[in-house]
């Protein structure tokens, strides 16, 4: 069974190549949940409380307990009734999503950060590759229609920084030649609705390619110029 999630944009799913229906918000934002923690289990208990901000509902454990049975018919359509999920796992004390990192675009966009900075000082272009392979996988801003919930802020802040200094590191890259400022990237959503010339991480992404900033780590934030 083959499984493909996008958060960076509108979250969504192709399942063996068609376009899966994750059903309406609150069962999305169960499975954008989970995808934010990589592969972590997240608690019943957590879960419940974010989902309904503080104030579940008389039987918010059954209402969640529908909401991964219905991602796993989704997800895995070929799974037998009593058969074990594959993707979205029972583990206690609650529920975890295992898929590759191939499988996940915000997954697969870290691990092309991580290749690239690995490859940058001895293979240049090959790390120029990865970036560009990156940031293509960029269809607007990260897990957009979970942007106004506390539990997402962070991630979303997170791999929005990772990716202004991924865009600075593709256009410090060496070779680039001397073609000046207009030469800058431009990504496919800047941070916060505001145009990406009014946004500068300086040497951050070449700091970065040399190893002196953590491709998880949080860069300095960008300031409006």
């Not at 499988?103 to 293979?123: C, H, I, M, N, Y």
């Amino acid at each position: 069974m083959r499984a493909g999630i996008r958060v960076l944009g509108p979250l969504e799913a192709e399942v063996e190549g068609a376009r899966a229906d994750l059903g309406g918000p609150l069962q999305r934002a169960v499975l954008a949940l989970l995808l934010m923690e990589r592969g972590r289990v997240v608690s019943v208990d957590r879960m419940i409380d974010q989902l309904w901000r503080g104030e579940p509902p008389p039987r918010a454990i059954a209402s969640l307990q529908a909401y991964v049975s219905n991602l796993r018919r989704i997800l895995e359509p070929g799974r037998a009734r009593r058969a074990q999920a594959r993707i979205l796992v029972s583990a206690p004390p609650g529920y975890a999503v295992r898929l590759p990192d191939e499988a996940v675009d915000a997954w697969r966009f870290e691990s092309l950060l991580t290749a690239a900075r690995k490859d940058a000082p001895g293979q240049p272009e090959r790390a120029r590759q990865e970036l560009e392979q990156a940031l293509a996988l960029w269809r607007g801003p990260a897990y957009a229609e979970f942007a106004d919930e506390e539990w997402a802020t962070a991630e979303v802040v997170r791999l929005t920084e990772q990716h202004l200094v991924a865009q600075e590191a593709w256009a410090e890259r060496p070779g680039r030649g001397a073609r000046g400022p207009r030469a800058r990237p431009r990504p496919s959503h800047a941070p916060w609705h505001l145009p990406w010339t009014r946004w500068r991480l300086g040497p951050g992404g070449a700091h970065w390619l040399a190893g002196h900033v953590s491709p998880r780590g949080s860069p300095a934030r960008a300031r409006p110029s």
